[in-house]
C-alpha cells in the first residue's frame, strides 16, 4: 500500500519561504516508473500542479511559480521537500504531494495560511 503523507507548518509570514515535506511508504522515490508532485488548491479555486521530482532526480516547475519553486528529495528518507520563496496571501492554499500522472496515489493535504 502507497502512502504519502504532508507535513509542515500551517502557518507562514508574507515574504517567507513555505517548506513541505512528503513522507512516502510503500513504493522508492527514486522508481523510474513515476514522477513525484506538489499540487496546492487555493480556497474556492482549482486544482494547480506546483511541481514534481522525477526518480532521476530532474525537477520541473510550473512556469507561474517556477522562480519561486524548489524541489528537493532526502532518499534515505523517502521524502521530498517543497520549497516557496517569497510568499504571499496568494498561496494560501491546501497543499498535496502526489505520485505519477494521472496521480494514482495522494497524500491528505495539509493547510498553508500565510499571514502576518
Known amino acids: 500500500q502507497v502512502q504519502l503523507q504532508e507535513s509542515g507548518p500551517g502557518l507562514v509570514k508574507p515574504s517567507q519561504t513555505l517548506s513541505l515535506t512528503c513522507t512516502v511508504s510503500?513504493?522508492?522515490?527514486?522508481?523510474?516508473?513515476?514522477?513525484w508532485s506538489w499540487i496546492r488548491q487555493p480556497p474556492e479555486k482549482g486544482l494547480e500542479w506546483v511541481g514534481a521530482?522525477?526518480?532521476?532526480?530532474?525537477?520541473y516547475y510550473s512556469p507561474s511559480l517556477k522562480s519561486r519553486t524548489s524541489i528537493s528529495r532526502d532518499t534515505s528518507k523517502n521524502q521530498f521537500t517543497l520549497q516557496l520563496s517569497s510568499v504571499t496571501p496568494e498561496d494560501t492554499a491546501v497543499y498535496y504531494c502526489?505520485?505519477?500522472?494521472?496521480?494514482?496515489?495522494w497524500g491528505q493535504g495539509t493547510q498553508v495560511t500565510v499571514s502576518s
Open positions: 502526489a505520485r505519477g500522472r494521472p496521480y494514482d496515489y
Open positions: 510503500g513504493d522508492s522515490i527514486t522508481t523510474n516508473y513515476y514522477d
Open positions: 521530482i522525477l526518480g532521476s532526480g530532474s525537477t
